[in-house]
């Protein structure tokens, strides 16, 4: 409830400019994905009715910003959803939105493709695609988040997480052997961080310019991890990131880790 509540809570410190707050449902097989368009990101992807997901949101700082903003409490300029496979899924399982940043000139696509597995597999998968383009007259120095805390089975406080090669974020439930994979495509990451969630969080309502610390963990607990992109977008250009998730059940997973033993001594989330 701790973790709900102060998450809410620096949500609010940017909703004010969203004027309308468009829910979106995508889904597919045994799997559901939800999506606040406006001021919080996905906050939910159920596979075989349990809710692994807390929340992913996008940030970004450009131009003079001295902090970072969520995209999704910029000018929603449009979404859309499809179904692309109509005969074996009438359900739409692509939604694509768009947004846009007056102040620095920045415009964002995403494109999220859900594919869920068959009932009882407990697996699924999301890939993501997101373009940023400069609809300014000058070129911008951009850094670019994504932020994501899974809760693995539902659960808080009982997962272990790293990140390997700088590109692939792995999480899993150290009781149920859940495991999440996200593996970014192209291009590699400038920066990436992960750990409990508070610290990851905080990085980006504290007032100062984040740099990620490159931390590849491991780490036990309430985990959450971060990718950052730096680059420069000259007026019409544009910047391109491709990665996918999977989630599957993996069992016996943990146990090869050798870390069983630590659980009794996770601090747990009030």
Known sequence: MRKFLLASAAGALFTGMATAQPLVTLADGNSEADFDLSGGGQ??????????????????????????RSVTTTALMGHHVVDTNPFSDPRPDVL????????????????YGLSGGTPGSRTADLAEQITIRNRGQQAIDVSFFQYVDFDLAGTAGSDFGEILNGRVAQQSDTTSGVTVTETVVTP???????????????????????????????????????????????????????????????????????????????????
């Open 96 to 111: 694509t939105t768009l947004y846009f940043d007056a102040a620095t000139g920045l415009e964002f696509e995403f494109r």
């Open 43 to 68: 906050y939910n992807w159920f596979v075989d009715g349990v809710d692994h997901l807390f929340n992913q949101d996008f940030y970004f700082r450009a131009g003079g910003m001295m902090d970072e």
């Open 188 to 270: 590699a990451p400038s920066h990436f961080d992960i750990k409990n969630w508070p610290d990851i969080i905080s990085l980006f309502f504290d007032g100062l310019p984040t740099t990620l610390s490159d931390d590849p963990g491991p780490v036990f607990g309430d985990v959450a991890w971060a990718f950052q992109w730096n680059f420069t977008l000259v007026p019409g250009g544009s910047y391109l990131i491709s990665k996918d998730k999977l989630i599957v059940p993996a069992p016996g997973a943990v146990a090869l880790l050798g870390f069983a033993g630590l659980a009794a001594s996770r601090r747990r989330r009030a």
